[in-house]
Structure formats: structure tokens, C-alpha cells
């Protein structure tokens, strides 16, 4: 049987000034996958509310009142794993492609359809989606390091200070571990405790 996958919300900051965009945004965002809809009208505005809080999506339209944007997306980029889509004026679309390509960034050219502004929101959402797995894969493994570092450590101990041979000291920890059902980690740090 198929595990059925609950369905993610995210959170999308708009970086805008025009309200007819603003609103525009606001009906394609409301089909339920963003939990969390957030509206600043500059980069100033919208870099003081990235300092509080993460945001899966950044959407910005340019040009911005305080500066055109791309040098804002650009630092954003580089700052955070946001998935990021600019929209800007048709006429300046390719070269503003040009200068954010390389940060990963999504540009689309007004004039917008809802289906090209509902695509790339997905495509940027999917994006996120492997992020966050792949994040959650490299904690799981450093957690796994550093349990096998000090396990490591105990058997070390075991072989120095109880003249346990390596193979003895694995073995005392694998069955004393079992017969106490606990965690062989937590055999070690009480082994550590007792001798440092």
C-alpha cells in the first residue's frame, strides 16, 4: 500500500510595490500551500524581516523603490536557502537572467499568467522540499558520527584502563548495552563518565 504524503505549507515573503501585483500573488498563492504570505515594499523592509525569520520562497518584482533588486536577490542568494523568483519588466527580463542565473534564481517577465507564476512557485517549492530532505540526511549522519566517536572513545578506555582487547571491549559494550536495553551510546558516555 502507497504511503500517502501529507501535504507541506510553506512560506513565501513578496518583495513588491505594486499592490495590482501584490494582490495578483495574493489569489495565486491561495490554493492552500502557502501557509504563511508575507508582504514588504523594499529590500531595506524585506532584508530586516529575513533577519527574524526563514521564508521557503522570496518572490521579488522589480524594480524595488530603493534599488532595482538584483544586487538584493543576489545577496539573498548567498545568504539563504530560500527558493528565490524575480519578476520583472519584459523589456529587461534577459539581462536581468543574466546577472542571477548563476544564484539559482527564477526570473519571469511580466506581463505574468497565473499559470506560469503557479509553475515556477511549484518548481521552487519542489526545490525546497529536497533541501530540507537532504539537510535532514547530513544531521542524521553527523549524529551518527559523532555516536560512533564516542563509543569509540569508551572502547578505547575499556582497552586502556580495563586491558580489554579491541575485540573484548566491542563485544562487553554490544551485550551489556542489550542486557540493560539501553542505546549503546549511552553505555559509552557512562563508561567516559567513570574513567575521565
Same mark, same amino acid.
Given at each position: 500500500?502507497?504511503? =500517502? &504524503?501529507?501535504?507541506? &505549507?510553506?512560506?513565501?515573503?513578496?518583495?513588491?510595490?505594486?499592490? &495590482?501585483?501584490?494582490?495578483?500573488?495574493?489569489?495565486?498563492?491561495?490554493?492552500?500551500?502557502?501557509?504563511?504570505?508575507?508582504?514588504?515594499?523594499?529590500?531595506?523592509?524585506?532584508?530586516?524581516?529575513? #533577519?527574524?525569520?526563514?521564508?521557503?520562497?522570496?518572490?521579488?518584482?522589480?524594480?524595488?523603490?530603493?534599488?532595482?533588486?538584483?544586487?538584493?536577490?543576489?545577496?539573498?542568494?548567498?545568504?539563504?536557502?530560500?527558493?528565490?523568483? =524575480?519578476?520583472?519588466?519584459?523589456?529587461?527580463?534577459?539581462?536581468?537572467?543574466?546577472?542571477?542565473?548563476?544564484?539559482?534564481?527564477?526570473?519571469?517577465?511580466?506581463?505574468?499568467?497565473?499559470?506560469?507564476?503557479?509553475?515556477?512557485?511549484?518548481?521552487?517549492?519542489?526545490?525546497?522540499?529536497?533541501?530540507?530532505?537532504?539537510?535532514?540526511?547530513?544531521?542524521?549522519?553527523?549524529?551518527?558520527?559523532?555516536? #560512533?566517536? =564516542?563509543?569509540?572513545?569508551?572502547?578505547?578506555?575499556?582497552?586502556?584502563?580495563?586491558?580489554?582487547?579491541?575485540?573484548?571491549?566491542?563485544?562487553? #559494550?554490544?551485550?551489556?548495552?542489550?542486557?540493560?536495553?539501553?542505546?549503546?551510546?549511552?553505555?559509552?558516555?557512562?563508561?567516559?563518565?567513570?574513567?575521565?
Amino acid at each position: 500500500m502507497a504511503k =500517502v &504524503q501529507e501535504r507541506r &505549507q510553506y512560506s513565501i515573503l513578496i518583495v513588491s510595490q505594486s499592490e &495590482q501585483l501584490n494582490t495578483f500573488v495574493k489569489k495565486v498563492v491561495s490554493d492552500g500551500r502557502f501557509s504563511t504570505v508575507e508582504f514588504r515594499r523594499s529590500a531595506a523592509q524585506a532584508a530586516q524581516e529575513l #533577519m527574524n525569520r526563514h521564508y521557503d520562497v522570496i518572490l521579488v518584482s522589480t524594480p524595488l523603490p530603493d534599488e532595482f533588486g538584483t544586487n538584493f536577490v543576489m545577496d539573498i542568494c548567498t545568504r539563504y536557502t530560500s527558493g528565490v523568483l =524575480v519578476i520583472t519588466p519584459g523589456d529587461v527580463a534577459d539581462d536581468v537572467t543574466e546577472r542571477v542565473i548563476d544564484y539559482g534564481v527564477v526570473v519571469l517577465a511580466k506581463p505574468l499568467t497565473n499559470r506560469a507564476l503557479a509553475r515556477n512557485l511549484r518548481h521552487l517549492t519542489a526545490i525546497q522540499n529536497k533541501i530540507q530532505e537532504t539537510e535532514k540526511k547530513v544531521l542524521t549522519l553527523e549524529e551518527r558520527i559523532k555516536e #560512533m566517536r =564516542v563509543i569509540n572513545q569508551a572502547k578505547c578506555l575499556l582497552i586502556e584502563k580495563e586491558h580489554m582487547t579491541e575485540e573484548s571491549a566491542h563485544r562487553y #559494550m554490544n551485550k551489556t548495552a542489550m542486557d540493560r536495553c539501553i542505546s549503546k551510546k549511552m553505555l559509552a558516555e557512562e563508561i567516559i563518565e567513570k574513567w575521565e
